[in-house]
Nanobody
Framework: QVQLVESGGGLVQAGGSLRLSCAAS????????MGWYRQAPGKQRDLVAA???????NYADSVKGRFTISRDNAKNTVYLQMNSLKPEDTAVYYC??????????????WGQGTQVTVSP
């Protein structure tokens, strides 16, 4: 089983910054793509940013130039540095990881979510 534990959410004023972290633990062979999704009230969960094990990244258009995703493969941890935050960034942020585990199957895992609230 794999656990993803997120941290770093909170309340910040518009224009401020936050850094989210997500650490994976458990029994697995390797982690492929890791990413961050967000879900605002009444809306669907959308991709914010993702990063492959080799370091390739992609971002939602709405966060390009403001958010940076990175990872530390040795620590099985992914980060999301969020700068120039806007009220519309307010959402629950979820960590996601594609993990190669028992049976040599890749399965997707989710963290419990962390609230990010940006005040005007």
């Amino acid at each position: 089983q794999v656990q993803l534990v997120e941290s770093g959410g909170g309340l910040v004023q518009a224009g401020g910054s936050l850094r989210l972290s997500c650490a994976a633990s458990g029994s697995f062979f390797r982690i492929d793509t890791m990413g961050w999704y967000r879900q605002a009230p009444g809306k669907q969960r959308d991709l914010v940013a993702a990063i492959t094990s080799g370091g390739s990244t992609n971002y939602a258009d709405s966060v390009k130039g403001r958010f940076t995703i990175s990872r530390d493969n040795a620590k099985n941890t992914v980060y999301l540095q969020m700068n120039s935050l806007k009220p519309e960034d307010t959402a629950v942020y979820y960590c996601n990881a594609d993990v190669l585990g028992a049976g040599l199957r890749i399965s997707a895992y989710w963290g419990q979510g962390t609230q990010v609230t940006v005040s005007p």
